[in-house]
């Protein structure tokens, strides 16, 4: 089987956390005033007008908005995938600014985890070798990430179904397996962009319950974009973004009970 090896291959296994500082040691993200816009001349769009953002660790923090508002924008700029024009995102203390394209790959694959909406997962692989993709790239031996993609994959109900392969599986199903590939190595923050989007209501509920229970740790940090008013309560805090900008933010009710 070589496809661990592939991935592996591509990521090298070492990477050093430098300590947090006092200053930073409850904020998991912060943004500073920033700016993206995409195109040229009168094709330009001004998709982020200068975020102001921070993330605590131990809170799930939503980011809400309609569509073309520019979340995805602001998730991908968080997770280092996109350069801002202006400004900067500090990730667990690190500076996307500051790192090179290795450097940057090897933090995310250790530290961040992901969900999309469109799932992204492998289809040639089953569920088990999907959510073992992370501790490969962080230099798992294939027995040990075989071991623990099929707990994870326990976790989420979906222990019997180990080695079906998406095709085989439900859209429900298939963000049970997302879910498990980006809690797998335990990463310290996790980015979902409209995770429940293709989801029905209850399987919606288990994907947050699933995410929500990752989150409540002193040092992890959960950012979840949706416009999905169904799953709003699941958030300690919202941010509403309208057109490139956070017009306001809300504590929620789980955030002000909990
Ligand atoms: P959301 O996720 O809230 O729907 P996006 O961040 O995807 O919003 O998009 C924000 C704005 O930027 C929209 O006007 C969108 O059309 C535009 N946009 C997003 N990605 C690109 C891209 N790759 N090229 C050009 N324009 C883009
Ligand atoms: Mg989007």
Redesign the pocket.
Known sequence: MNWPLQIARSCSTEYSFRPMTQAAANIAVRCLDVVKS??EAA?R????RGIELEVRFGELLM?V????????????VIAGLLDPDEGECRVLDHNWQAMDRDDRARFRGRSIGFVFQAFNLLSSLTASENVAIPLIINGASLRDAQERAEQALERVGLGARASARPGELSGGQQQRVAVARALVHDPKLIVC??PTSNLDHVTGGQVMDLLRAHAQAADRALIV?T?DSRIFSYADRIAY?ED?AIERWTESEAGLNG
């Open positions: 995409y195109g094709g769009v001004q998709a982020l980011l908005g309609p569509s073309g508002s520019g979340k995805t924008t602001l998730l991908s962009d409209e974009v416009h973004v490139g």
